[in-house]
């Protein structure tokens, strides 16, 4: 029974580090593949195709497409150009372009998961220069579901700041005013327009002020960025960013220079983290920027946080084997205690048992040969009896 008990023991123990080992490639891949999250999220993409041929845009999950820019046009004459080109009289335009270009890409991807266009001239409007070979170009960011906003009203300053080591990546900003938002930078005299003005482009500006940087300051006005309403209507600056590790950032665009952080107040760092123009909540951003840093810290020291989860399994094992030992040998004490009394009383029983089977032998014995001896004296006196009658019968007859 004992053996038994080790055997399953240890059959347990190799079951359980089996399981540890599972785990262990489990989480290789999971770093993995969240590695290629992070430099998907991070870095800036770009697609491109020729006319009749399909476009797509695509990002992990948790995120979405946010579009940079777009160009259809013919502005490259290498690009999209047929290998034997008919002859023709009039000089191609090399250098033409739809201006509906961007606003369509927002309209049929921005905040999608996937998109998928096919590349014509008929998608984006009047043909920009008939009888070329045009193309759609497309940068566009993968920005992520938890993230950072930060609103400015005309007249005011947008600051944007990072804790160190941490710094600012873009990956969205639109100035002017949009429908449903008379709450932000609300108007004194005026109704705001029934219609959306917005600048897209808007985001160029801000990526060059603030990218790669831990803290930048942009002044909304229309000084800084083209006015796309009507004069008199108050706008705002609205920007989504986030705040990457900087050696992530540096891996996805090394051209970014290694900043100086300036010591900064505290209480100024959490008033800047919680604006009050943002809309999202006071933590929005916080499990990404947690994340960031736990894979950091692993990426940058690989072999101390293997060797800390090689240690803490074989710890794990270890207790784990000293708390099955000493189940296993209490079950045993407790078992041997137990078949100590069990056998003594077996053994008064049995005891117990042999003394009534030889009591109650002996006065079967006894009761036997009482009723044998009656037996015997009735069958006496029988027969004496009998042997009178005849002789009385005998006499009798002579």
Known sequence: MITDTRRDALDFTHRLLYLCLLLWVRRINGLADFSNYLSRIISSHSAQACDGQPLRLHCPRHSTISIQSAFYGSGEPRLCQKPHPEPSHSHPNHSCSAFTALQKLLSECQSHRDCQLSVNHLLFGKDPCPGTTKYLHVDYKCKPTEHKGHVACDGESLVLRCKPPKLLNVYAAVYGRGLGQSHTCPEDDSHPPPFECLNHEAVHLVSKSCYGRQKCAVVVSNQTFRDPCFPGTRKYLSVLYSCVPQSLLRVADPSIIKPTFPSVDRKEDEAEDSPKGSRGPEAVGSVVSNSLSAYVYITE????????????????LLLTLLALSVRVSCWCHRRAKRGRPMRRQERAREEEDETEI?????????????????????????????????????????
């Open 301 to 316: 020291h690989s072999e101390m946080a293997a060797l800390l989860f090689i240690s803490s399994v074989c710890v794990g």
């Open 358 to 398: 030889s009591v109650v032998s002996d006065a079967e014995a006894k009761r036997f040969r009482s009723q044998d001896t009656e037996g015997l004296s009735r069958r006496t006196v029988f027969k004496s009896e009998v042997v009178s009658t005849r002789a009385q019968m005998f006499l009798s007859g002579k």
